[in-house]
């Protein structure tokens, strides 16, 4: 039984050093994704004002 239990005990310790590296690449990531969001809503913002300043302009040259 005890023998059963250190092989278990190994193959955990196997398993979580596998682990580290890849939760350090999907926090990476999500920096990564978090960078994106950000300047997706900057442009998002530029898009919505860019579309306010067309429509102003069409409204005062008269074409609808």
């Known amino acids: 039984m005890d023998k059963f239990k250190f ?9 979580r050093k596998d682990i580290a590296p890849k939760e350090r690449e ?3 990531l999500k920096e990564g994704t978090r960078a994106m969001d950000g300047k997706l809503k900057q ?6 004002s860019l579309g ?3 429509e102003n302009l069409r409204v ?4 609808i």
Not at 43 to 48: L, P, R
Not at 60 to 63: I, L, R, Y
């Open 60 to 63: 005062t040259q008269g074409v």
């Open 43 to 48: 442009y998002n913002s530029v898009n919505a």
């Open 52 to 54: 306010y300043l067309v």
């Open 26 to 28: 999907m926090d990476l």
């Open 7 to 15: 092989v278990l005990d190994e193959k955990i310790r196997d398993l």
